[in-house]
């Protein structure tokens, strides 16, 4: 008895320790700019500059089928799957959004780099571009993000931003700031684009 309670703890304060590390880990990655433009109840309006991603398109419109293979598509290419063999940073927090039939995933790529000087990818399913810049609407949440969560959290920011009275087009973008292992302090964001001007 005495040995499995000395295996279990040792066990535990593993799982801890390197959930420790994961989270400062995740605090030196490097995050997308952006500035807040106004704090309401509930979510915020956020101005976007023009960043840089990498993006990969797949069928089907919900996220958890396709997700672990964009994600290593797309890991592919910062990891060396370029022309040049180049590894290039990873940043937070990776996108995905829904496109009528399919889905997109998108990383965002380190703030120095220049669009002229990226190395092209190998894998010539995945388009190289600027983001749109703008005024989105925020709503920030913790814990693990289902397909279902996600929608749930649309939903919420729909009826927010009605109730506040701003208009948003688009479609709706899941921003998530963590590696699929990390247990705490896990971060997400809803963003859509909104009619605000400051």
Do not use: C
């Amino acid at each position: 008895m005495k040995l499995a309670s000395i295996l279990l703890i040792s066990f535990l304060s593993v799982l801890v320790l390197m959930a420790l590390m994961t989270y400062a880990n995740n605090k030196r990655t490097e995050r997308q700019k952006y500035s807040v433009a106004k704090q309401e109840d509930g979510f915020a309006i956020r101005f976007y500059p023009r960043a840089i991603m990498a993006t990969v398109h797949a069928g089907g419109d919900n996220y958890d089928p396709s997700k672990n293979t964009n994600f290593r598509r797309l890991a592919g290419y910062i990891f060396g799957g370029n022309q040049r063999e180049q590894k290039i940073a990873m940043t937070a927090p990776v996108y995905m959004e829904r496109e009528g039939e399919g889905n997109a995933m998108s990383f965002v790529l380190p703030d120095t780099m220049q669009m002229d000087k990226l190395p092209e990818p190998n894998d010539k399913g995945i388009s190289l571009h600027y983001s749109e810049e703008g005024y989105y609407a925020a709503l920030s949440f913790g814990g693990f993000a289902s397909d279902d969560r996600i929608a749930k959290k649309e939903k919420e920011l729909i009826a927010m931003l009605k109730a506040a009275g701003y208009s948003f087009s688009g479609s709706f973008k899941y921003l998530g700031y963590n590696a699929p292992w990390d247990v705490i302090e896990r971060e997400n964001d809803i963003l859509v684009k909104v009619d605000y001007k400051p």
